[in-house]
């Protein structure tokens, strides 16, 4: 079993940055995936990047967001700079084995969501 663990979010205004973390309870080498997806209120959840050896970005988020990870600390990071209010959703991070998947059905393990909000 594998816990997940986010943390970083919070209010900002239009144009700020955020680096929201993902702690895992287990070693998570370069064999799992780790996304993140977001939800906003009224809307489905979506991909926004995920990692592996290369990374991967939805379209609206890339030149501004930035994932990496950290196996030594289990930690996966996403960077978000020029936010914009739009961004505003609640950021979950998953893992699966093998390679990422843009699907969030295909991910086995979340954690509990942390709340980043944009104001204008």
């Known amino acids: 079993q594998v816990q997940l663990v986010e943390s970083g979010g919070g209010l900002v205004q239009a144009g700020g940055s955020l680096r929201l973390s993902c702690a895992a309870s287990?070693?998570?080498?370069?064999?799992?995936?780790v996304a993140w997806f977001r939800q906003a209120p009224g809307k489905e959840r979506e991909f926004v990047a995920a990692?592996?050896?290369?990374?991967l970005y939805r379209d609206s988020v890339k030149g501004r967001f930035t994932i990496s990870r950290d196996n030594a600390k289990n930690t996966v990071y996403l960077q978000m700079n020029s936010l914009k209010p739009e961004d505003t959703a609640v950021y979950s991070c998953?893992?699966?084995?093998?390679?990422?998947?843009?699907?969030?059905?295909?991910?086995?393990?979340w954690g509990q969501g942390t709340q980043v909000t944009v104001s204008s």
């Open positions: 287990i070693f998570i080498g370069n064999w799992y995936s």
């Open positions: 990692i592996r050896a290369d990374a």
């Open positions: 998953a893992v699966r084995g093998g390679s990422p998947s843009f699907g969030s059905q295909d991910y086995n393990y």
